[in-house]
């Protein structure tokens, strides 16, 4: 099964910078999209950015402008670089790749979440 490994989390004062990073076991070839979600205490996840297999990009609107994803496909990595961090952006950050197949003569497309384990990020001063 596909892996995905988050680093770069930690501790950052407000208006600093932080660039996460995700491996991944397979190729990002396999995927259509990819990107990252996070989750503060009490709230459910939220998508933060993403990245689809041709470039397209799209961010929630609390971070646009702020947050930049990006991948490279030579090292099964995506990357989520932060910058002017607010304290409203600390959570657990998770690298998500999603895989979606379609079945000939299908009805519906199957879509296969693939999730890293988290990373902490905490904006405080």
């Known amino acids: 099964q596909v892996q995905l490994v988050e680093s770069g989390g930690g501790l950052v004062t407000p208006g600093g910078s932080l660039r996460l990073s995700c491996a991944a076991s397979d190729s990002l070839f396999a995927f259509n999209t990819m990107g990252w979600y996070r989750q503060a205490p009490g709230k459910t996840r939220e998508l933060v950015a993403g990245i689809s297999s041709a470039g397209s990009t799209t961010y929630a609107d609390s971070v646009k402008g702020r947050f930049t994803v990006s991948t490279d496909y030579s090292k099964n990595a995506i990357y989520l670089q932060m910058r002017d961090l607010k304290s409203e952006d600390t959570a657990v950050y998770y690298c998500?790749?999603?895989?979606?197949?379609?079945?000939?003569?299908?009805?519906?497309?199957?879509?296969?979440?693939?999730w890293g384990q988290g990373t902490q990020v905490t904006v405080s001063s």
């Open positions: 998500n790749a999603k895989e979606i197949i379609n079945i000939p003569g299908g009805e519906d497309a199957d879509e296969f979440d693939f």
